[in-house]
């Protein structure tokens, strides 16, 4: 029985799911965003975010630890050089996991995990939404300063007493 178990072991021995994390890992950090399955994504965001926190300090035991996880010089000095930097003022929460739909061939969940700060077209300032108007009714729709034209007509003249 499970009993509590949080490991999910994706259907591999140990050394095999250790060796695929690692190689994501290096793929998310290389390239930074990956696709892949929605289990895959989750279990690789438990292994590289302790790896990303590792980052913020820069010392010869942090890059030794994350080197025994990654197998990467690449990829350290990527980690350690530009991804710190982006992340320094973060407390936590390196990662995002975008859903895309289902797989045709195994109908599996399909995903997006990505660095949060690389995502180029969610850190642009929303863009302001032009206030729409809505119809209330046949003749109600107003437009400005397009009022219609009072007609003036000429007063009755008087008659002149003489």
Do not use: W
Request: proline fraction near 4%.
């Amino acid at each position: 029985m499970r009993h509590g178990c949080k490991v999910n072991h994706l259907s591999r021995t140990h050394s095999h799911r250790i060796a695929m994390l690692s190689n994501m890992a290096t793929s998310l950090i290389m390239h930074k965003r990956v696709e892949t399955t929605l289990a895959k994504a989750k279990a690789l965001r438990v292994y590289v975010e302790p790896l990303i926190n590792r980052s913020k300090e820069d010392s010869t035991h942090n890059r030794r630890i994350v080197f025994s996880y990654l197998h990467s010089k690449e990829a350290v000095n990527e980690l350690f050089r530009e991804v710190s930097q982006k992340i320094a003022s973060r407390p936590g929460g390196y990662t995002r996991i975008l859903k895309t739909g289902i797989r045709k061939g195994d109908n599996s969940e399909m995903a997006i995990i990505e660095l949060v700060d690389y995502n180029e077209n969610m850190l642009k300032e929303p863009k302001t939404k032009k206030s729409k108007s809505t119809r209330r009714g046949r003749g109600s729709k107003k437009t400005e300063g397009a009022e219609a034209p009072v007609a003036e007509t000429p007063a009755a003249e008087e008659p002149k007493a003489e």
